[in-house]
């Protein structure tokens, strides 16, 4: 099914162009605005109706959702083909053309490493008893200064303070299919537990430390916020 998103949009682009070539001979504009209906509906099935919030799951290693990551690589696929029909459909020429494949080429460029993350099942956050591992690039706990959830109940981030970075290194809902009100406990917990970071990886921590980080919420009476909560151990 994943795979039906990647192929699915360029598919009806390129149906899209011949189908007015056909009936309005020279209709540039009528395919522009299929091409773009096309593209914005696929935004609308998968980002837009996206469930708010997933579910806190044990584990130390969160992938974004595959779905998604699909549904991205046929847009980005389906706005490079719009981009090279477009100047084939014009014929302005050979340096226009040779124009538009290196514009559309930066779009393919995405798709194409969408698609081998969705091959390969890459990981947008993992831990590990030495750091963690965000989007390939690993970051150690002692470099991890704060673990915050900022923004608002719409549009959450996750925000990791990390030592040497002007900016935080940032995850969003639509970036990994996780709590990210779980994720801030379960690095906060972490990052202030560094007796406990050695056990990251056995599936019997990661049950221990997810029931004790969602009761240690609910005892507390907390359904969000800003900070983690720090659990003695």
Request: charge should be positive; proline fraction near 7%; aromatic fraction near 6%.
């Amino acid at each position: 099914m994943r795979w039906l998103w990647v192929v699915a949009p360029t598919l009806l682009v390129g149906a899209a162009a011949g189908l007015v070539h056909l009936v309005a001979p020279g209709g540039f504009t009528l395919f522009g605005l299929v091409a773009i209906a096309v593209i914005g509906l696929g935004h609308a099935l998968t980002d837009l109706r996206r469930r708010a919030e997933p579910p806190a799951r044990p584990a130390f290693e969160f992938f974004a959702a595959p779905l998604l990551v699909a549904a991205r690589a046929g847009r980005a696929f389906a706005l490079a083909a719009t981009v090279v029909l477009a100047a084939l459909w014009l014929d302005f020429g050979l340096v226009a053309l040779s124009v538009a494949l290196a514009l559309a080429a930066v779009p393919a460029g995405v798709g194409g490493l969408l698609v081998a993350r969705l091959t390969r099942g890459a990981s947008v956050l993992r831990l590990n008893p030495g750091g963690i591992d965000v989007r390939g690039i690993r970051y150690p706990w002692e470099a991890l200064d704060a673990v915050e959830l900022n923004g608002d109940r719409a549009v959450p981030r996750l925000d990791l303070a990390v030592a040497g970075r002007r900016r935080p290194v940032t995850l969003r809902p639509a970036g990994v299919d996780a709590s990210l009100l779980f994720l801030t406990d379960l690095l906060g917990y972490y990052q202030t537990h560094a007796p406990a970071r050695g056990a990251i990886g056995d599936p019997a921590e990661a049950a221990r430390v997810h029931g004790l980080l969602l009761s240690a919420r609910l005892a507390a009476g907390l359904h969000g916020g800003p900070r983690p909560i720090l659990v003695a151990r």
